[in-house]
């Protein structure tokens, strides 16, 4: 298995690098090998179209993995290379439904959370945060005097500070249905809780009586509230439990095994 990405950015090294690592794979920058017909090929987000159809016609399994590539409406539509992929990697059932239009096969791998990930959110006091860009957070996350960390370089770093993060946004829209929970699993990576809407990623993660359940970004200043009076109470603990679930689903172990059911020998192999 050969991983190929488009960028340094962070989702290609979490999703190229860090799963590759964990595989004993290779990673290649916007390029392939010579031969790779007993391969299997991952391609992540943005790819080259003449990469995948080289990979094919060699023999190769290609599997796509768009990340949140699906998850804008000027993004959607088929395009000729989608034929040439065997299977494209979901993050829930209700992606994998709509994307079946385009592609062969789906196969439901969450996103995990950054294996760097090395400290434990502090619980001296309740401090809540909205970590990720900001162009995707709804205006009443810092109305409500949320602390916004939305510089790519600090989000890491910063993680561990905030023992509340927040992933809010409507839930009809594309983004609601089509992106990773990257957000919730960060929170459960440091034993934060978090306050999320009930996106089609995330509801697969967590259960129906999860505390912090936010209904719609109407909700959101109440739900705040509601989580800073039960700091550290029961309610809060129970919510700890639930995330401590999806820290181990989303772990970069657990998701990594998942890779093993793509064969390893390309389609040439048993031609």
């Known amino acids: 298995m050969i991983f190929v990405k488009p960028n340094n950015r962070a ?3 979490l999703r190229a690098d860090q799963i590759a690592e964990k595989l004993n794979a290779k990673v290649y920058l916007n390029e392939l090998p010579d ?14 179209p003449d990469l995948v159809i ?3 016609t060699q023999g190769a399994k290609i599997i796509y993995d768009p990340i949140d590539k699906f998850a804008y409406k000027e993004r959607h539509g088929w395009q000729h290379w989608y034929y040439f992929v065997d299977e494209v990697i979901c993050f829930n ?3 994998a439904e709509v994307l079946k239009q385009w592609f062969k096969s789906t196969v439901i791998i969450p996103h995990q959370w950054d294996a760097r990930l090395n400290a434990q959110a502090q619980m001296h006091t309740f401090l809540p945060a909205y970590i990720g860009h900001g162009f995707n957070c709804p205006p009443i996350v810092p109305w409500c005097d949320v602390s916004m960390i939305c510089a790519p370089e600090l989000m890491l770093d910063v ?3 905030f023992n509340c993060h927040v992933s809010i946004r409507d839930p009809s829209t594309l983004q609601s249905m089509m992106k990773p929970a990257t957000k919730v699993s960060l929170a ?3 034993g934060a809780v978090c306050i999320t809407t009930r996106d089609e990623s995330v509801i697969e993660l967590l259960p ?3 505390p912090y359940w936010c209904e719609s970004t109407k909700e959101f200043e109440g ?6 009076s039960e700091f550290k109470g029961p309610e809060w603990n129970r919510a700890l439990e639930m995330m401590r679930a999806v820290k181990d689903t989303t772990s970069i172990d657990a998701i990594a095994k998942r890779y093993c059911r793509f064969s390893s020998v390309g389609r040439a192999a048993v031609l």
């Open 93 to 95: 059932e209700k992606m």
């Open 11 to 13: 989702s290609s090294i």
């Open 159 to 161: 993680a561990p500070t």
């Open 54 to 56: 080289k990979a094919s």
């Open 208 to 210: 129906d009586d999860y």
């Open 188 to 190: 459960a990576a440091i």
């Open 35 to 48: 031969d790779v017909s007993r391969e299997t090929v991952v391609f992540v987000k943005e790819v080259d």
């Open 223 to 228: 739900i705040l509230r509601k989580a800073a």
